[in-house]
Nanobody, 124 residues
Framework: QVQLLESGGGLVKAGGSLRLSCAVS????????MCWFRQTPGKEREFVAA????????SYANSVKGRFTISRVNAMNTLYLEMNSLKPEDTAVYYC?????????????????WGQGTQVTVSS
């Protein structure tokens, strides 16, 4: 059974940066297409970024394109999300997720495994 554990969240001022990590255990990370979603209270979980099993393909939500970078180090079984030029509207709980199929998808139904989330708060 694969487990995902996010870390790196916190409080940062607008314009600042954070790097989130997602540690994969139970199976090798290279077995999964992986992504980041985020959610604020009362709203649906929304897609942020995804990366293919090899790291060769990436996809981003328009709202974060040019500011966020998704990456992975399969040898370390770790997924990352580098977040720059943060805005108050980026405040959310950020979740990493994994799917066995190789295609990158942007809906929550496409992902089989989820972490517990890490809070990111951006103050104005």
């Amino acid at each position: 059974q694969v487990q995902l554990l996010e870390s790196g969240g916190g409080l940062v001022k607008a314009g600042g940066s954070l790097r989130l990590s997602c540690a994969v255990s139970g199976r090798t990370a290279s077995s999964y297409t992986m992504c980041w979603f985020r959610q604020t209270p009362g709203k649906e979980r929304e897609f942020v970024a995804a990366i293919s099993k090899s790291g060769g393909s990436r996809s981003y939500a328009n709202s974060v394109k040019g500011r966020f970078t998704i990456s992975r180090v399969n040898a370390m079984n770790t997924l990352y999300l580098e977040m720059n030029s943060l805005k108050p509207e980026d405040t959310a709980v950020y979740y990493c997720a994994a799917r066995s199929d190789p295609d990158i998808v942007t809906n929550t139904r496409g992902y089989e495994h989820w972490g517990q989330g890490t809070q990111v708060t951006v103050s104005s």
